[in-house]
């Protein structure tokens, strides 16, 4: 079955320090790939997305993403995160369809 | 726009009791999708809908879950009756799916935190 692998489950981080947070995906065909963020006590909302063209993708806040398809990863990378980056983040996928296929989600905790 | 809208935003009920929780998308989206996240298995989509039909149920946990979409402005997840273990956040998310084109953007609502007792 198709799944999506965040190895970090929790990641602890100052400020101005950088940031990378690994996702890789099990599937061999055309995926698109997203990144989406859980601010304390919010809802999702979607950091970046890949469906096609330029592998690094830039997103909100400064963040990016690439998609690299022999490894089969889609990275998150800030170079340099702030306390309010502190969040869930969840890497996810679709394949031939709308349905979202979700990691199991990054815990970032950010301090000043 | 107001986003999605799901109420309640909080429901504490007990085992056995039948639990119903509302979404509202976004005005003009024609697909939309339930989720659960939980500690221990992350975020699972339940069941989703296109144009008001039921497309992919199969992460639907078992026969006491039944969900529906009367209408394009309205759909409900219902448990019945609700155990401790469906305690969760129940997320509502809606995208508009246009033609051939999949991985629309989903946007989520706020969440129902869920908690059987």
């Known amino acids: 079955a198709q799944s999506v692998s965040q190895h970090n489950h929790h990641v602890i981080l100052s400020e101005a320090a950088s940031l990378e947070l690994g996702c890789n995906y099990s599937y061999g065909g055309t995926v698109n790939l997203f990144w989406y963020v859980q601010y304390p006590g919010q809802h999702l909302q979607l950091l970046l997305k890949y469906f096609s063209g330029d592998p690094l993708v830039k997103g909100i806040k400064g963040f990016e993403a690439e998609f690299i398809k022999s490894k089969f990863s889609f990275n998150l990378r800030k170079p340099s995160v702030q306390w309010s980056d502190t969040a869930e983040y969840f890497c996810?996928?679709?394949?031939?369809?709308?349905?979202?296929?979700f990691g199991t989600g990054t815990r970032l905790q950010v301090f000043p | 726009d107001a986003g999605v809208i799901q109420s309640p935003r909080h429901e504490v009920t007990e085992m056995g009791q039948e639990v119903t929780l509302r979404c509202k998308p976004i005005s003009g989206h024609n697909s939309l999708f339930w989720y659960r996240q939980t500690m221990m298995r992350g975020l699972e989509l339940l069941i989703y809908f296109n144009n008001n039909v039921p497309i992919d149920d199969s992460g639907m946990p078992e026969d006491r879950f039944s969900a529906k979409m009367p209408n394009a402005s309205f759909s409900t997840l219902k448990i019945q009756p609700s155990e401790p273990r469906d305690s969760a956040v129940y997320f509502c998310?809606?995208?508009?799916?246009?033609?051939?084109?999949?991985?629309?953007?989903?946007?989520f609502g706020p969440g129902t935190r869920l908690t059987v007792l």
């Open positions: 998310a809606s995208s508009l799916g246009l033609r051939g084109q999949f991985g629309n953007e989903q946007f």
């Open positions: 996810a996928v679709t394949l031939d369809t709308d349905k979202l296929i």
